[in-house]
Nanobody, 112 residues
Framework: VQLVESGGGLVQPGGSLRLSCAAS????????MRWYRQAPGKEREWVAF????????AYADAVKGRFSISRDNSKNTIYLEMKSLEPEDTAVYYC??????WGKGTLVTVSS
């Protein structure tokens, strides 16, 4: 399975971005999918989760109410919609399929 994240970039505080994670090699419909992030000098942390089936989702407290995870199984892609971005959201964002599969990340920088 190959996962490729995209959509990162520089955004001002209060702005929005939508990250994508496109998968190849296996259908994401069989995996619970997750987004993680790693800020400079910090450990990687879990951000959001979306289950198979009914698409139940969950979020870390730091992003709850601002971020939204979704999946489009027909495009073999998941998304992370990020709103009201803060400088503390600056990090490399990674997607994960099931347990073993990780993308290489996309950098999000929130700065004025």
């Amino acid at each position: 399975v190959q996962l490729v994240e995209s959509g990162g970039g520089l955004v001002q505080p209060g702005g929005s971005l939508r990250l994508s994670c496109a998968a190849s090699g296996l259908p994401i419909s069989i995996f619970a999918m997750r987004w993680y992030r790693q800020a400079p000098g910090k450990e990687r942390e879990w951000v959001a989760f979306i289950d198979v089936g009914d698409g139940t989702s969950a979020y870390a407290d730091a992003v709850k109410g601002r971020f939204s995870i979704s999946r489009d199984n027909s495009k073999n892609t998941i998304y992370l919609e990020m709103k009201s971005l803060e400088p503390e959201d600056t990090a490399v964002y990674y997607c994960r399929a099931g347990t073993p599969y990780w993308g290489k990340g996309t950098l999000v920088t929130v700065s004025s």
